[in-house]
């Protein structure tokens, strides 16, 4: 579904005149409870969005046309489903039943799946309907979404790419080709490519949301984008079986505008958009302090060891001559890592035990950028080796993946655009079971700065 290069600047994503596509999930939700409409309805003008819109963007790996607009048309007792008849997309490394799970590689099985991961199962018992599994990068091994199924791109502007692994899913979302889809965060998954395309976004902190099958040691975690933080937390307590309690009051709020260890930059509008966040949460209300600490060497090297140890695991389960030249690369530095004992668990266990609660300090929430630089360009980076994919990886997008170590929960929200016409996001942070206080805050936020919902189109 890719384009050429060649006709990326003259590309004009086509806008359809429709009545649901660009709703959000609870507006769509709330019309189809009330008869306003139905689901097959609003399936189908998604539908026709998706056809119009994802030849230029690449978002999706497979689209269940026909599918979805039959699941549309048999769901019934609407009353008192939260999500009643909301397109939704779906990551292509869970179990959607009857489709393939090809984690965005050539080496997986083509048998389709016997039943749903629990994530999929509980959106759709909610009344959501799936209309397509979304690209990724081969494994999710990298913060781009391209694979050999093509090559996601960043609806707001098609020579960048929308992030990853999740960048599919963020791509379909930013586009207003769903109002909902879900992804999962290894090492920032879901953040990333929330802040590259200016969506909403939170992973949760350890298990409270069924997690995928690799879960990378425990790192990663199922989660929701939208392009509101109420669409957000809505998707959050389906996905999580729960009901959550958005309370933000009075908090002591942490700004840390370059936490890297020495060494990194930081983009400066990047850093100006955590700092202007904060100065919203201090009208809000709230106590806000600088937070100048840099994080450890340590931390970092051990994220990066974390990476190569889940490249060589999951590698190992397929032929390795169907793996791109990227998958083998980390692998092999993997295995390596193995061999000289040097696998990042040691690390990853003293940050969780204790580090990350130290360097967090006496705050309740911390407040960073969620990307360090600008997204590079759209390209196919799986055909590259070791040295290129760590040094772009870790250049744009190093902030994340400390809160996957420690298993903490943290959001990404829009806020600002940057002088080259991309979102900027900003990323929040608490310790284990502030969710609540997550997208609380998130919507202090989204009320003082409200951000476009879609891209242009």
Known sequence: MACKKSDIQHIKVQTLDMSWVGSTARE??????????????????HLAAIAARDPAIGAFRKVRAEEALDEARRLEDVADLPLAGVPVAIKDNVAVQGEQVRYGSAATSAEPAAEDHPVVARLRQAGAIVVGITAMPELALAAFSDSVYGIARNPWNLE????????????????????????NDGLGSLRIPAACCGL????????????????????????????????????FEVMSGTELRLDAEDL?????????????????????????????????????????????????LSIVANWYAVAADDAAQFDLHQLEPRTKALARAGRTMRTLRADGSAGRERWRASGADQWFGNADVLVTPTLAHVPPKAERWGRRGLARTVAVNVRYAPLTGAWNMAGWPAMSVPFGRHSNGLPIGVQLVAPPGGEGQLLALAAQLEAANPWPRHTPL
């Open 160 to 183: 960048h790419t929308p992030g990853g692994s999740s960048g599919g899913s963020a791509a379909a979302v930013a586009a207003g080709m769903v109002p909902l889809a879900h992804g």
């Open 200 to 235: 909403v976004t939170i992973k949760p902190g350890r298990r409270l949301i069924p997690p995928p099958e690799r879960d990378w040691f425990g790192l990663c975690e199922n989660g929701p984008m939208a392009t509101t933080v109420a669409d957000t937390a809505l998707a």
């Open 28 to 45: 769509i939700a709330e019309a189809v409870r009330n008869g306003k409409t139905t689901a097959a309805v609003v399936v189908e003008e």
């Open 252 to 300: 002591r709020i942490a700004v840390a505008t370059n936490p890297l260890p020495i060494g990194f930059t930081v983009d400066k509008e990047f850093q100006r958009a955590a700092l202007d966040a904060g100065e919203v949460l201090r009208t809000a209300g709230h106590t806000v302090v600088p937070h100048d600490r840099r994080m450890p060497n340590s931390i970092g």
